[in-house]
C-alpha cells in the first residue's frame, strides 16, 4: 500500500475512501468530527464495531443539534460517543485507524462534502503520525463530555450564538 493516498471533491469519491479504510480496521477507529452526518460512513463504523473493532467518536457540540447528525445513530449502536466542550469549535476531521493510518483534510464526514464541496481528503500510512493523531485524539477526550441532546440546552461561553464565539470568529 502507499504511505499515502489523496482524494479531491468533486470528482473524486473520499467517502468510499473513508469506507475502505474503516472496512480494513481490526483493531481501533478514533474518530474527531467537526460535521457528521454521513450515512454512509456512521454505517461502515457501526459495521467496524459489530466486528470487534474498538470504534471511538468526538463530535463538536454543533452536532447536538444537528438534525441528522450520527451522534444518535452512533451511541445508540454502542459507540461511545463524546461531545468535545471546551473550545469554540472543535474543527477536526480526523480518524485513526490501527494506531498505524490517519485520515485527515478539509472533507468533513458529510454528503454535502461528497456531493457539493470542493474538499481534499489524505489517508496516511505512517505509525510517528498517527500516535501523534493518538496523542491529541486523547487529550480532546480528556476535555469532553458523553453526547448527550440535553447538553444542547446547557449554557456555554462557547454556544454558537454567544457574544464570545461571535468576536472569535472576527479574528
Known sequence: MPAWEVCFT??????DLIVREIGRAQRQVLVQAYSFTSPT??????AAKRRGVDVQVILDRSQLSERYGSGD?????????LV?????????KVMVID????????F?????????NAENLLVLRDQTLAADYMANWERRRAA??????????????????????????LF
Open 41 to 46: 460512513i456512521a454505517q461502515a463504523l457501526i
Open 99 to 106: 494506531g498505524e493510518v490517519v485520515i485527515t483534510g478539509s
Open 84 to 92: 468535545d466542550d471546551p473550545p469554540g469549535i472543535a474543527h477536526n
Open 144 to 169: 469532553s463530555v458523553p453526547y448527550d441532546r440535553a447538553l444542547e440546552s446547557r449554557p456555554s461561553n462557547t454556544a454558537p450564538n454567544s457574544p464570545k464565539r461571535a468576536l472569535s470568529n
Open 73 to 81: 445513530f452512533l451511541s445508540h449502536a454502542g459507540i461511545p460517543v
Open 108 to 116: 468533513n464526514f458529510t454528503r454535502s462534502a461528497q456531493e457539493r
Open 10 to 15: 468533486p470528482g473524486g469519491n473520499c467517502a
